[in-house]
T-cell receptor, first 110, second 115 residues
């Protein structure tokens, strides 16, 4: 199973953009990149996913490197409600499971 | 649309006992996965059910078992509870087992404490 590497923690000021990096140097051609976040006392929440092209939705943007060995989740304007653990996960077309790491704990400062 | 609901929210059991956790999947979702999350760790995949059949399993012993019902709700059963089984148990549902264009909707989990 391909693995991802994320910083343990990051801080951001409220109303500023946040770039959360993820390295996945062993990614295969059929791995999708998924991002989830987990707020305190809740289950993980789907944020965004992509394969090769950059993706945007109402929550965030996902920028994928050309060689696909890294990606960045972009929160355009961080709010206090965005404080959570963010997980970057690779999911292969042949498997159904997510392999979660320990994620990045994002702290948003008022 | 309703999300994924899990019951109970908290549970305390004694070592050696058996426990059943329940999950109602989101409307329209036919796939349910179960995860175990120890304190400070990311969730670990236990197994997945698609249309009442188990179609994927993680590295968990056979005393972890499950069921999915015709309405796509699901149960997780754990026999012979051990202290290390203390964790948050998460249920997640999806519209389709293998389609990668969908994410999963997670419930808020059941916090199991084994004493």
């Amino acid at each position: 199973d391909a693995k991802t590497t994320q910083p343990n923690s990051m801080e951001s000021n409220e109303e500023e953009p946040v770039h959360l990096p993820c390295n996945h140097s062993t990614i295969s051609g059929t791995d999708y990149i998924h991002w989830y976040r987990q707020l305190p006392s809740q289950g993980p929440e789907y944020v965004i996913h992509g394969l090769t092209s950059n993706v945007n939705n109402r929550m965030a943007s996902l920028a994928i490197a050309e060689d696909r060995k890294s990606s960045t989740l972009i929160l355009h304007r961080a709010t206090l409600r965005d404080a959570a653990v963010y997980y970057c996960i690779l999911r292969d077309v042949g498997t159904y499971k997510y392999i979660f790491g320990t994620g990045t704990r994002l702290k948003v400062l008022a | 649309e309703t999300g994924v609901t899990q019951s109970p929210t908290h549970l305390i059991k004694t070592r050696g006992q058996q426990v059943t956790l329940r999950c109602s999947s989101q409307s329209g979702h036919n796939t349910v996965s179960w995860y175990q999350q120890a304190l400070g760790q990311g969730p670990q995949f236990i197994f997945q059910y698609y249309r009442e059949e188990e179609n994927g399993r993680g590295n968990f012993p056979p005393r972890f078992s499950g069921l999915q019902f015709p309405n796509y709700s699901s149960e997780l059963n754990v026999n012979a509870l051990e202290l290390d089984d203390s964790a948050l148990y998460l249920c997640a549902s999806s519209p389709s087992a293998g389609a990668l264009e969908y994410g999963y909707t997670f419930g808020s989990g059941t916090r199991l404490t084994v004493v």
